[in-house]
């Protein structure tokens, strides 16, 4: 059986919604934030069916696990039945951590320009790092066949990136959606928007 992988970045955050930097740092979900994660578990929910032969496996920072223990709760799951995988974890980003991207910007004007600015943080991972670890999880097999991963914006994109075979000038051109999900498998990735069940049932 082909391998198959739910890829979801956790909801917004106090930091997410004050274009502060995180990284390995963290903050909060915000009411927001909780909003979507919960219409992740009910789009997944739907798009599922069966849960039970699922496993949910998370960032170990609080951020990821806060979505993951909502998400989990829309599909029936127990929240301790979330597994903390580190190497889900976001890109370490060093000195810049908690900076506000506006400031940061108006400081290093040409950071605005490079598309892979972020791997520039003095003190943060380098992206072959990054590559290496996500490769490790992706070419593990004890991962299993059905898997449900709460992880992170960059870290995602990195994900979604070498699982393409992506150059690294379309890698940074993808998306972090905190509103959708991606569906991986068979070296595909489709992209799914997540509403929530109030929000499905005053469209039908």
Excluded: K
Aim: proline fraction near 5%; aromatic fraction near 6%; charged fraction near 25%.
């Amino acid at each position: 059986m082909s391998r198959t992988l739910y890829l979801l970045r956790h909801g917004q955050t106090e930091y997410n919604r004050d274009r502060r930097l995180q990284g390995q740092c963290d903050s909060p979900l915000t009411e927001l934030g909780i909003e979507q994660a919960r219409a992740m578990g009910a789009t997944l929910r739907r798009e599922l069916g069966d849960t039970n032969s699922w496993q949910v496996w998370a960032s170990p920072l609080g951020r990821a696990m806060q979505t993951a223990r909502l998400v989990s709760d829309q599909l029936g799951l127990a929240p301790d039945a979330v597994r903390a995988e580190p190497r889900l974890v976001e890109v370490g980003l060093g000195d810049w951590e908690t900076m506000h991207v506006p400031t940061l910007h108006a400081v290093q004007p040409e950071l605005a320009t490079r598309p892979d600015w972020l791997f520039s943080a003095p003190g943060g991972e380098s992206y072959a790092d990054v590559a290496a670890r996500v490769m490790d999880f992706l070419d593990d097999a004890e991962r299993p066949e059905r898997l449900i991963v709460i992880a992170h914006g960059m870290l995602g994109r990195v994900l979604r990136g070498i699982y393409l075979g992506l150059e690294p000038a379309a890698m940074w051109q993808q998306d972090m959606p905190q509103d959708a999900l991606f569906h991986l498998h068979g070296g595909q990735v489709g992209r799914i928007a997540c509403v929530a069940d109030e929000a499905a049932s005053a469209s039908a």
